[in-house]
Structure formats: structure tokens, C-alpha cells
């Protein structure tokens, strides 16, 4: 229940409020349970507030502070909360039906297994916040920051994601139906075990999508729709049987592509969309992970052919070889810069008719202008011969 001496200062005003939270500003302020249905209190500091089960439907709060408060199962339906702050506030099992959030900052809050069902949360900032298990169906999120935001298993039907910024973002599990996404930015997001039907994608961004596990080889694809497939084709062995009869427009990237060699990646892939090919990267760290064999051997089914990064991947050099080995129409070319090949850091991928010789780059600048001619034309080269 909410501290009565608390309450009774609220009921003075917004303006006496804040005062007194300015000269007492490290009083504990209980306010659970308390009931602001229809309240108006605009810019009012509930900073580190206890509302828990606190009743907000339909209460007047722009600009209001809450940074840091515990709305744990809280009820704000329909409440007004634009252009609020709520920087790392708990508002697990809230419900905010309706709730008006445009421009609000939600950074860092954990709003786990909340229903914010048609909430307006246009322009908000919630970058790195949780909203795992939460419905946020039909919810407006046009133009929000979701960069690492996690959206795990939530329910996004019908929901405007129009311009969101989804970098780095886990919606493992998640579904989309019916959901916009147009001009979204999908960079780098998790999207394993995801269910999307009738969505849209135009101008969207779509690079890197993340179809493995957190402890697993990261598996990327820069095509939603292709990435589901992979997942789905990684996870089905009926379905792996069928894709071997159709077309390869699908080409593997295998390499250790830690922060400083993405600019390396980045030339890769751009320049194989840029041909019409779907990259798919496995990117492996040989001191943290080993290569899956099957998960390999799966992604070389439906490849047209393979650039392996070598470097850095000694310790891996009998996986790899062992798995190439076993593809016999699957063109590779390994890579590796020349100072990693100085330092004896290149994994050797043995001599076979699918594998090209090594080409060596002193920088992503000479990678850049070796590219097409010298790699990429040159697997596609020796691809149309082992098809033959």
C-alpha cells in the first residue's frame, strides 16, 4: 500500500510535488498500489517511484520522469505518457492498452510479459529495453530506436515497425503477422525460430540476419525470406533433401570475422548481392567454438560455391577440410591478408579440383579491388565446370 504521507503530498499538486522530491531526493517513495485513474500530472518526477500495481489508466503524464520507478504490474491503459522518460523502469506485467508513447524513452526497461496492445510507441526510444513475451499487437513503433532491444517471443501482428531501427535486435520466437516493415533497418538482428507471414519488406534492411543459437556458430543470411528458409532447412531434413534439386543462388562465407575484420565481411557480401547472390556467413571463433560438422555440411548443400577466410582458423583445418572433401560440385575459394599468412596463422585448405588457389590481400582497399575479377569470377568459373 502506498505511504500516506507520500500520498498526501501528491494530492497537493505537481508543482509542490516536485519541490518536495528536489529537498528529499533520497526519501524512498512508496506509492504501490495507489490509485491516478484520470489523474493529471504532467511533468511530474516519479523518478525510482514505487508504483507497483499501482492504477494509471487514462492519467495525464507528458514529460513526466520516471526514470528508474517500478510500475511492476502496473495498469496505465489508455494513460498519457508522451515524451515521458522511463530510462530502465520495471514495467513487468504492465499493461499499457492503448497508451499514448510518442517520443517516450523506455531505454533499458524491462518490460517483460507486458500487453501494450494498439499502445502508440512512434518515435520512442527503447534501445536495449525487454519486451520479451510481450503483445504488442497492432501497436504503432514507426520511426522507434529497438537497436539490441530484445522482443523475444512477442506477439508483433499487425504492429508499424515503419522506419524502426531493429539493429541488433533478438525477436527469437517471435511472430509477425501481417506486420510493417517497410524501410525498417533489420541489421544484425536474431531472427531463430521467428514465425513471419504477410509482412512487408519493402526497402527494408536486411543484412546479417542471425538464424543460429547464442552458443552456436554464428549463421547469417542478408535476405529475411531466406532466412527463415535456411533456419527452416537447417532444422528439417526433409526439407534439405529438396533443396538439392533446386537452383543455387546461395553462396557460404565461412571465416573468424571478429570487429576489426567486418570491414573485409562487409566487402564480401556487398559485392555478392550486388551479383545477385544470397550470402549466407558462418562466422566462427576457433578459441570459443568448433565447426558443427552437419550444420556445414548443410549450408554447402544449398551453396554455389564458398569463400573461406583462412585466417585464424588453424585449429579448425581439419573440420573444414573434411567437409569440403565431401563436396565434390561445390567450388572454394580460401582467402587470407598476408600478414596473417606471414605469421603462419592460415588454415590450410588442401588441394582438390573444387578448391582454387589461395588469394592473398594486404587490406580490405586491395581485397576491394581484387574482388569480383580475381575471387568471386573465379569461383563462379569454376562452379559452372563441376556442374557440367
Not at 38 to 58: C, H, M, W
Not at 346 to 371: G, K
Request: contains cysteine; charged residues 25%.
Amino acid at each position: 500500500m502506498a505511504n500516506k504521507a507520500h500520498a498526501q503530498i501528491l494530492e497537493k499538486g505537481v508543482d509542490a510535488w516536485n519541490k518536495w522530491r528536489q529537498q528529499n531526493p533520497l526519501e524512498r517513495v512508496d506509492l504501490s498500489s495507489i490509485n491516478l485513474r484520470d489523474a493529471r500530472l504532467p511533468e511530474i518526477d516519479f523518478s525510482g517511484v514505487d508504483l507497483t500495481g499501482a492504477n494509471l489508466t487514462r492519467a495525464y503524464l507528458p514529460k513526466s520522469n520516471l526514470n528508474e520507478a517500478n510500475l511492476y504490474m502496473a495498469t496505465l491503459d489508455r494513460a498519457d505518457l508522451r515524451g515521458a522518460s522511463l530510462w530502465e523502469a520495471v514495467l513487468v506485467e504492465a499493461s499499457l492498452e492503448g497508451t499514448k508513447c510518442y517520443k517516450a524513452n523506455f531505454e533499458g526497461a524491462d518490460i517483460f510479459k507486458s500487453d501494450l496492445l494498439m499502445a502508440d510507441l512512434g518515435n520512442a526510444r527503447l534501445a536495449e529495453a525487454s519486451l520479451r513475451d510481450s503483445n504488442l499487437k497492432g501497436a504503432n513503433l514507426g520511426q522507434a530506436d529497438l537497436r539490441k532491444t530484445i522482443l523475444d517471443g512477442s506477439n508483433l501482428n499487425k504492429t508499424n515497425l515503419f522506419q524502426a531501427d531493429l539493429t541488433g535486435a533478438s525477436l527469437v520466437g517471435a511472430t509477425l503477422v501481417k506486420t510493417n516493415l517497410e524501410q525498417a533497418n533489420l541489421t544484425g538482428s536474431a531472427i531463430a525460430g521467428m514465425f513471419a507471414y504477410d509482412i512487408d519488406l519493402v526497402r527494408a534492411i536486411q543484412s546479417g540476419l542471425i538464424i543460429s543459437g547464442k552458443k552456436e556458430p554464428v549463421i547469417a543470411v542478408d535476405d529475411f525470406e531466406a532466412a527463415q528458409f535456411v533456419y527452416l532447412l537447417l532444422n528439417n531434413t526433409h526439407i534439405q533433401r529438396l533443396v538439392e534439386f533446386s537452383g543455387r543462388r546461395a553462396v557460404l562465407i565461412l571465416g573468424d570475422f571478429p570487429e576489426g575484420k567486418i570491414a573485409i565481411l562487409e566487402k564480401i557480401r556487398t559485392m555478392l548481392r550486388e551479383m545477385d547472390y544470397v550470402p549466407l556467413l558462418m562466422n566462427v571463433d576457433q578459441y570459443k567454438s568448433s565447426v558443427s560438422k552437419d550444420v556445414l555440411r548443410t549450408l554447402m548443400k544449398i551453396s554455389r560455391f564458398c569463400i573461406i577466410d583462412a585466417g585464424n582458423l588453424t585449429e579448425l583445418a581439419a573440420d573444414i577440410n573434411q567437409v569440403v572433401g565431401e563436396f565434390p560440385r561445390v567450388a572454394v575459394q580460401p582467402i587470407a591478408s598476408e600478414s596473417l599468412q606471414s605469421a603462419g596463422k592460415v588454415a590450410e585448405i588442401e588441394s582438390a579440383s573444387t578448391v582454387l588457389p589461395l588469394q592473398l590481400f594486404v587490406d580490405e582497399h586491395e581485397l576491394a579491388n581484387i574482388l569480383r575479377q580475381n575471387i568471386i569470377e573465379k569461383a563462379i568459373a569454376l562452379a559452372v565446370e563441376l556442374e557440367k
